[in-house]
């Protein structure tokens, strides 16, 4: 098998012209994105510049709009494309492993999905041979009879890489050639130092050995030293292609935010005397993806957290609300300490905290309920009297917080879910706020609502806090952190990496330090 193609020769693939709009949300405009048999390719972007309608794309779960042009090797290609011509293999964010299966069996899905195709048995003592030669292959010791379910993210994320380039070797042992494209979306969110250095090394091989790579990452350290060249997309647009070795963090930093300011809005924030006395401190938290973090909340004050997927940002609310097995650390709340190693749910709500979990429906809300049976659950113990609810005052209180938390229409007979997602998840903030704990956790409040909605929700947020409630809001979106909060925590590998205050806590200054992991700042 050869290894690059002779200087001059067309890509492995090229698109031109990819539009693709979802409704009224234009994902992709006129974008062109070129793959070179032999070199890394690095696509970066923030959340919402379109990467990932891109590999929808390339997958073919996504078709583009007209006037969409594909070329495989120079030749005109027609959508979907086909994966097994072009030689596409793809490790998604979410892994595509199955849960419920083995290792040996996720390493042979492909295999066995080939051999019922040509009516034929697979051979699971060759399978297991073969498995255990790939494992091999990439230095990886996995238990082969073990369910996937029960190996750490790391392990599971290696197999899904090592899946991933199996399936490549296959298409290149068969068709006698060193080519073919690997796309690999955020694979290094859950994988320690020493496995990322180990797959970017391994990801060199392979484009060296003459097939293209696709690498999706917000680790832009990483996305510099494995990539040749580099395109940038923001807001559905092509910002540019670049060659790595012209950039550095700061530059591919700017190019990938830009200049995104909040306009439009006043940012509701605390005059300094409004911020009150610590009312959560919490001491070398560990759990999940966080790794030794210590940070407080003050009465008043509107905490932001932000980071990329696998920082330890989004396992943060979760910790804090005893939903994470074998955390450990300690929380003082209000004069009460906990050990995290005995938090549950329960034991958080009891000291005072309340959490609005990021999947409403399906951890929020009973939409099958009323909006008053949801905003008032938490809170029915208060209307007992003598064994027996008194249902009567319970409704005037569910109708009062409707009007209060301004829910559309202020019907509390109406089943949750038929309304819109803006004024379920103003529900959802409300039926915690009822109970007046002494810090609010908000885990993406904004996420699936309108504009409107969203500043109802931040105003009702603002007020809660005004009365003296501590809040922590954790999001990914840095312009509403730049609208509300008083400080911003910055979240990389697991720990706090750079704390925003006062004039700092801008969109831009928050983007640079998400996404540069805190080693650098926004340029004026």
């Known amino acids: 098998m050869g290894a690059h193609p002779e200087p001059g020769a067309p890509p492995a693939l090229l698109l031109k012209n990819i539009s693709k709009s979802f409704g009224s949300t234009q994902a992709l405009r006129g974008v062109e994105f070129a793959i070179p048999h032999g070199e890394v390719v690095g696509l970066v972007g923030q959340n919402g510049s379109g990467k990932s309608t891109l590999v929808g794309i390339l997958a073919g779960y ?8 594909a070329y495989v ?34 390493l042979s899905i492909g295999q066995w999905a080939t051999a019922r195709g040509r009516l034929r048995p697979l051979s699971w003592r060759a399978a297991h041979r073969e498995a255990a030669a790939a494992l091999a292959r990439y230095e990886l010791e996995l238990p082969l009879d073990r369910p996937v379910r029960l190996l750490p993210l790391r392990d599971q994320a290696l197999l899904a890489i090592v899946r991933s380039l199996e399936e490549l070797r296959r298409f290149q042992a068969e068709r006698g050639t060193a080519r073919g494209i690997l796309v690999l979306d955020e694979p290094t969110v859950f994988l320690p130092q ?33 990539s040749t060249r580099i395109t940038v997309l923001r807001d559905g647009q092509l910002v540019g292609h670049a060659l790595a070795q012209d950039l550095d963090e700061a530059r591919l930093a700017s190019l990938v935010v830009g200049k995104r300011e909040a306009t439009g809005h006043d940012r509701l924030v605390a005059e300094p005397e409004q911020i009150g006395a610590p009312v959560l401190e919490a001491h070398d938290l560990w759990g999940g993806t966080v790794g030794g973090v210590d940070f407080t909340v003050h009465a008043g004050e509107v905490l932001a957290v932000a980071g990329l997927m696998g920082s330890g940002a989004e396992d943060l609310p979760r910790l804090l609300f005893g939903l994470i097995p074998g955390a450990r650390g300690t929380l003082n709340l209000a004069g009460r300490s906990l050990d995290v190693a005995h938090l549950t749910p329960a034991r958080a709500m009891a000291a005072g905290m309340a959490l609005v979990p990021s999947d409403r429906k399906r951890e929020g809300l009973a939409l099958r309920l009323s909006v008053g049976e949801n905003l008032m659950s938490l809170v029915l113990p208060q209307y007992f009297r003598r064994g027996r609810v008194r249902w009567p005052d319970v409704a005037r209180s569910a109708q009062r917080h409707c009007t209060t938390f301004r829910v559309r229409p202020p019907d509390p007979g109406r089943p949750v879910g038929t309304l819109s997602g803006g004024n379920q998840q103003k529900v959802l903030v409300a039926r915690w706020c009822i109970r007046q704990p002494r810090v609010l956790i908000l885990h993406e409040p904004t996420q699936g609502v309108d504009v409107g909605a969203r500043a109802e929700i931040m105003r009702i947020v603002r007020q809660q806090a005004a009365q003296g409630m501590g809040v922590l809001w954790v999001a990914t979106d840095p312009q509403e952190m730049a609208l509300i909060a008083d400080r911003v925590l910055v979240f990389g590998d697991g720990r706090v990496v750079t704390e925003l205050r006062g004039h700092e806590v801008t969109a831009n200054a928050i983007s640079h330090a998400v996404i540069t992991r805190g080693r650098w700042t926004a340029q004026a």
């Open 62 to 69: 996504h078709l583009p709009e007209r006037g969409a042009e």
């Open 73 to 106: 090797d120079g030749q005109p290609a027609s959508f979907p494309l086909s994966r097994a011509e072009v030689g596409l293999s793809f490790v998604f964010q979410d892994l595509g492993l199955v849960p419920s299966l083995t290792v040996l069996e996720n």
């Open 194 to 226: 020493k496995e990322k250095l180990f797959l970017l090394s391994f990801i060199r091989r392979v484009a060296q050995g003459g097939a293209g790579v696709v690498f999706i990452s917000h680790d832009l350290e990483a996305v510099l030293e494995v």
